[in-house]
């Protein structure tokens, strides 16, 4: 099992900075890539960025050139540093694990999330 919660959320102005953190814990060893997803009311749960364990990256066209997605494995720690936020940034966001055990030949998958923070980007 892996158990993720997020922190740094909170209320900010609109082209404020805000830095989200992820702590990880359980069978970090076993995850294989790490994003934040976010989810507005009346919308979907949507990819915000990603990291692999070789730590590649990908980011919504949303939030290319603001987000920046980085990790801290000696403490299974992963960050979200946003900046220049706009109100349509606004949602809770959360931290997300995929990963895999092994046996033998045989993998089962599975994903973690985390509880989820709120942001806030007043006008």
């Known amino acids: 099992q892996v158990q993720l919660v997020e922190s740094g959320g909170g209320l900010v102005q609109a082209g404020g900075s805000l830095r989200l953190s992820c702590a990880a814990s359980?069978?970090?060893?076993?995850?294989?890539?790490m994003g934040w997803y976010r989810q507005a009311p009346g919308k979907e749960r949507e990819l915000v960025a990603a990291?692999?364990?070789?730590?590649?990256?990908n980011y919504a066209d949303s939030v290319k050139g603001r987000f920046t997605i980085s990790r801290d494995n000696a403490k299974n720690t992963l960050y979200l540093q946003m900046i220049s936020l706009k109100p349509e940034d606004t949602a809770v966001y959360y931290c997300?694990?995929?990963?895999?055990?092994?046996?033998?030949?045989?993998?089962?998958?599975?994903?973690?999330w985390g509880q989820g923070t709120q942001v806030t980007v007043s006008s």
């Open positions: 359980g069978d970090t060893i076993c995850i294989s890539a």
């Open positions: 990291i692999t364990s070789g730590g590649s990256t």
């Open positions: 997300n694990a995929d990963g895999r055990y092994y046996s033998g030949t045989y993998v089962t998958n599975f994903r973690s």
